[in-house]
């Protein structure tokens, strides 16, 4: 259950499910989803009647993909949203557990994500902080072979999905949480950066800095207000929350025109 009973609409498995195939929603097809439940309204079952929701409209032949990410499982200087004392720091990166698929939880993508997580069936790729998880007939290739030094790039899931026509839904946020804009962000020549966490090696527990391409969602409102004004994009009340479903690698493509030009700055940097 989510929100308080009576100020928000009550949804359940079925409403919900109904409220997602009214979209657009299909049967069949692969979808990445970017969610807040407390936009639904009062659900009935919570998160995991939601899940069952969107699998019920994806069918046994769909495939639902959610950011799994960890944003903790990274160096501490970089933190802000708490900071931490810079002499915890060398104590942080001695001691933060190694990313493991299996157990290290999601943070800062919802209570949704971390549900399809530890979902029967479901396949996790391997980023220690930007991974995505999978259920459905099409996981394994989409969460394969996800390249420490390549969070949200070609060598990501972003890419397999691109590849194979999935689409996004956007169920009750923002185009800020749209994932699909970093792999265009990838390949116009972003500058790079040091990135760390910790792994498990053949040597054990390792922290590790890999060099990678910066990313930001900086700007990605205004990129998604003006995507959503000149390309197709369905939209329409999922309970009580807002959703946009729209094709991941038309929005891809889009955002490589887009981003140059008005946001020049991360260019070459």
């Known amino acids: 259950m989510s929100t308080k009973p009576g100020s928000t609409p009550l949804c359940t498995r079925e409403s919900l499910a109904a409220d997602l195939r009214a979209i657009g ?10 969610s807040s439940l407390s936009s639904l309204g009062w659900v009935c079952g919570g998160p995991v009647a939601v899940v069952m929701a969107l699998l019920d409209v994806l069918g046994e032949d769909g495939t639902l993909v959610v950011p799994a990410h960890s944003a903790d499982n990274s160096d501490p200087a970089h933190w802000s949203n708490p900071p931490v004392p810079e002499e915890w720091w060398d104590r942080i990166r001695a001691s933060t557990p190694a990313f493991d698929p299996r157990t290290t939880r999601t943070l ?7 549900t399809v997580r530890n979902w029967p069936g479901a396949l996790r790729s391997s980023h220690p902080q930007t991974s995505f998880a999978a259920v459905g007939p099409r996981a394994a290739a989409i969460v394969d072979s996800h390249a420490p030094d390549c969070r949200l790039g070609e060598r990501s899931p972003l890419a397999r999905l691109e590849e194979g026509a999935a689409r996004v839904l956007l169920l009750g946020t923002g185009f800020d949480s749209c994932t699909a804009f970093h792999l265009a962000e990838c390949r116009i020549a972003a500058p790079l950066t040091d990135n760390s966490f910790a792994i498990v ?15 930001s969602s900086e700007r990605f409102d205004e990129l998604g207000a003006a995507y959503e004004k000149e390309r197709p994009v369905l939209r329409g009340a999922v309970g009580g929350a807002q959703a946009r479903l729209f094709d991941l690698a038309d929005a891809v493509a889009y955002a490589e025109s887009w981003l140059p030009v008005h946001r020049p700055e991360a260019d070459g940097i």
Request: aromatic share 4%.
């Open 201 to 215: 090696t053949p040597h054990g527990r390792q922290w590790v800095t890999v060099r990678d391409t910066v990313i």
């Open 25 to 34: 929603l299909r049967s069949g097809e692969t979808v990445l989803v970017h």
């Open 108 to 114: 800062g993508v919802g209570v949704i994500p971390e």
